[in-house]
């Protein structure tokens, strides 16, 4: 039998296909390493390919189509941005794949990530050799020019990466193709959430260059003890390896001479700092998308740099970014005697982000006089701008009304904070001083 025939049979029986060959594989990894599977490959015939929905409807939180052919993996097991899915609650849809020619297909691979039930794929896959085919009525089985290739359904596979690969039988192409049809239907998983997160789909020109896939890099992660012993510092460079060396050298020495200082500025009754802090270096495109532009954060006791930033700022602001974040560890890592970490009623954010960057650019390195108060800013600087600006005003507020403001900000942050306590620190109201410190800024730029 030649293949148009063999096609033809397999659309009538739909699920056991004689050509064609379906291998799924799963794993809880981040990296798509599947059993049976390969990675997704970065240089496919997808990547040159035109998706478009023509059936059904986008989901408003999921990312954009090209999502699926960009080479790029999710960056965690619940990445809405970086996988695409047809609306929750809909009957799923239907995804066009124009390869712009027509090419002989080897294989099309289909890869999604979701901790919990929108990792199960179900989607039967179409395909034509003809230029400009009839497009198939939505909620109706494609036919004329369509013929099924497979069948996919994973949704007995436990969540996690799955891949699902379906390839020509006996070592054969799947056969010539212009278009390739994905109908989606929503997985069997229970619940509301079963509209599958796709997160790549690969096509695979038989007469294609030789595939690169997707790697899993290897682990570049160190732990050093503190100067005095007190401390323990993990760096993590896996992500970022070219930074490795820099990092250990010139950013980790640093921490670890002002992390002390700042525990020793801060102090807490009752509370003990973090012993352990992790620093991870990590390219924008792999960081939260709502912190893919910061230099850097800091969640607890682990501070994340932003390669990209750290990268174009190595003899620049690189370092002091890690102070602010270290103050934050300071802030808020710490624990009580049952180790358990106990804060009052949370500070507003501009005077914990004000008290960072304070300790950064006045006490770290006020050589730079990266806060001041100029012509230019002058006009909406207040005291509660937050950052560079309150710096600003906490410098001024510690050296006319209060040299103790660090400490007592950093306990309110354990004992409860509320603005009556900027009277008994200063003896002036919040809003006095901060009329007081602009009134002081007008004068001193002659304005
Ligand atoms: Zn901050």
């Known amino acids: 039998m030649n293949h148009r025939s063999l096609l033809l049979f397999a659309s009538l029986t739909p699920l056991v296909s004689l050509y064609a060959v379906v291998q799924s594989g799963r794993s809880d990894g981040s990296h798509f390493q599947l059993e049976r599977i390969p990675a997704p490959a970065t240089n496919d015939a ?41 609306a929750q609650g809909s009957n799923g849809g239907l995804v066009l794949v124009d390869l712009g020619k027509s090419i002989e297909v ?48 994973t949704s007995k596979v436990p969540a996690g990466q799955h891949g699902v690969l379906i390839r020509g ?27 599958t997160f796709f997160s790549e789909i690969d096509v695979i020109d038989a007469n ?55 525990i020793a500025m801060l102090p807490v009754p009752g509370v003990a700092p973090s012993t352990e802090i992790t620093f991870t270096l990590r390219p924008a495109k792999n960081l939260p998308k709502n912190l893919s532009g910061v230099p850097a954060y800091a969640s607890g006791a682990a501070v994340v740099f932003n390669a990209d930033f750290m990268r174009r700022e190595l003899g620049g602001e690189a370092v002091g970014a890690g102070i602010h974040e270290i103050v934050h560890v300071v802030q808020f890592a710490g624990r009580d005697e049952n180790g358990r970490i106990t804060r009052g009623k949370r500070l507003p954010t501009w005077v914990t982000e004000g008290a960072a960057d304070y300790i950064r650019w006045f006490l770290f390195e006020p050589e730079k006089q990266g806060a001041r108060i100029t012509r230019r800013n002058f006009g ?34 354990h004992e409860g904070y509320q603005e009556a306590l900027w009277k008994e620190w200063t003896g002036k109201t919040l809003k006095e001083l901060g009329v007081e410190w602009k009134e002081a800024n007008r004068k001193a730029l002659g304005l």
Request: charged share 30%; net charge negative; proline share 6%.
């Open 46 to 86: 997808a990547g040159q390919a035109t998706f478009r929905v023509v059936g059904g409807t986008a989901d408003r939180s999921a990312g954009s189509l090209t999502v699926l052919n960009d080479g790029f993996i999710p960056r965690g097991e619940d990445d809405p941005s970086r996988n695409f899915f047809f």
């Open 169 to 195: 039988a006996d070592e054969k192409s799947l056969g010539q193709f212009r278009h390739l049809l994905f109908e989606v239907k929503p997985n069997r998983s229970k619940g509301n959430f079963n509209e």
């Open 208 to 262: 294609g260059p030789e595939v690169t896939r997707i790697e899993k890099p290897e682990p570049i992660v160190k732990k050093f003890p503190s100067k005095s012993g007190e401390f323990t510092y993990t760096l993590d460079a896996t992500e970022a390896s070219d930074l490795a060396e820099w990092a250990e050298e010139h950013l980790l020495p640093v921490m670890d001479e002002w992390y002390p200082k700042i």
């Open 380 to 413: 909406r600087a207040s005291h509660d701008s937050s950052y560079r600006i309150t710096a600003h005003f906490f410098d001024w507020v510690v050296k006319n009304h209060d040299e103790d403001l660090m400490r007592h900000i950093n306990l309110s942050i």
């Open 106 to 153: 080897a294989s099309v691979a289909s890869y999604s990530w979701h901790y919990s039930t929108r990792a199960a794929q179900r989607f039967a896959l179409y395909g034509t050799n003809v230029e400009k085919p009839e497009l198939p009525k939505w909620l109706e089985a494609p036919k004329g020019d369509w013929k099924l290739i497979e069948k996919v359904d």
